[in-house]
């Protein structure tokens, strides 16, 4: 049983364009959402997160949606660099979840010059 | 950089064989997490520690084990391997142990691939 699923394996977009990634999650006892970048041979990268008790949080050019009611949050880059070419991950963790994030499986952005 | 550091980089062994991967958490982050990233999964969660305490356990197999020490970095130890444990293998680090706002907030090492031939 999945519990946090990002639906898209890929997305292309024209750089200088919104990139928008989406996260679905199932379990409502999740409080706290975060979003990874990652690197083929690196680890993830921490970008935001937000918390459950807001619907938006934003830093530079990277906000993050939460959307309780339809269990879903979504990735806004504004505007997408080729830089920010990456496998995005959405994560969530809730308080009973010991303290672990449940990861999705990714969506790869690539950010077209 | 993150601020976490795991050792080795990249690790190929055999099959049967015992290894152990070495993580040293961010200063004054008293929790350390592993996970696991195979080729046809995401990451998935091993196991938790806070403050030299195991504090949850993930689908670890019993074939692997993991400590934390007095100066908070964490072993993991993975024996009688097979060829499906190969993956790359992260540490993550935060401040606290509950759930929620920053302290929760997860920083990943920059992972060991982890091959068995």
């Known amino acids: 049983d999945q519990q946090v699923k990002q639906n898209s394996p890929s997305l292309s977009v024209q750089e200088g364009r919104i990139s928008i990634l989406n996260c679905d999650y199932t379990?409502?006892?999740?409080?706290?959402f975060l979003w990874y970048k990652k690197y083929p041979a690196e680890g993830p990268t921490f970008l935001i997160s937000?918390?459950?008790?807001?619907d938006k949080n934003e830093d530079g050019r990277f906000t993050v949606f939460l959307n309780k009611s339809a269990k879903h949050l979504s990735l806004h880059i504004v505007p997408s660099q080729p830089g920010d070419s990456a496998v995005y991950f959405c994560?969530?963790?809730?308080?009973?979840?010991?303290?672990?994030?449940?990861f999705g499986q990714g969506t790869e952005l690539s950010v077209k010059p | 950089d993150s601020g976490v550091t795991q050792t080795p980089k990249h690790l190929i062994t055999a099959t049967g064989q015992r290894v152990t991967l070495r993580c040293s958490p961010r200063s004054g982050d008293l929790s350390v997490y592993w996970y696991q990233q195979s080729l046809d999964q995401g990451l998935q969660f091993l196991i938790h520690?806070?403050?030299?305490?195991?504090?949850a356990k993930g689908n670890i197999l019993e074939r692997f084990s993991a400590q934390q020490f007095p100066d908070l970095h964490s072993e993991l130890n993975l024996s009688s391997l097979e060829l499906g444990d190969s993956a790359l293998y992260f540490c993550?680090?935060?401040?606290?142990?509950?759930?929620?706002?920053?302290?929760?907030?997860?920083?990943f090492g920059p992972g060991t691939r982890l091959t068995v031939l």
């Open positions: 994560a969530a963790s809730g308080y009973n979840q010991g303290g672990k994030l449940i």
């Open positions: 379990n409502s006892m999740f409080d706290y």
């Open positions: 993550a680090s935060s401040v606290g142990i509950t759930s929620g706002g920053a302290r929760n907030t997860q920083y």
């Open positions: 937000i918390s459950s008790i807001k």
């Open positions: 520690y806070y403050n030299g305490e195991e504090r």
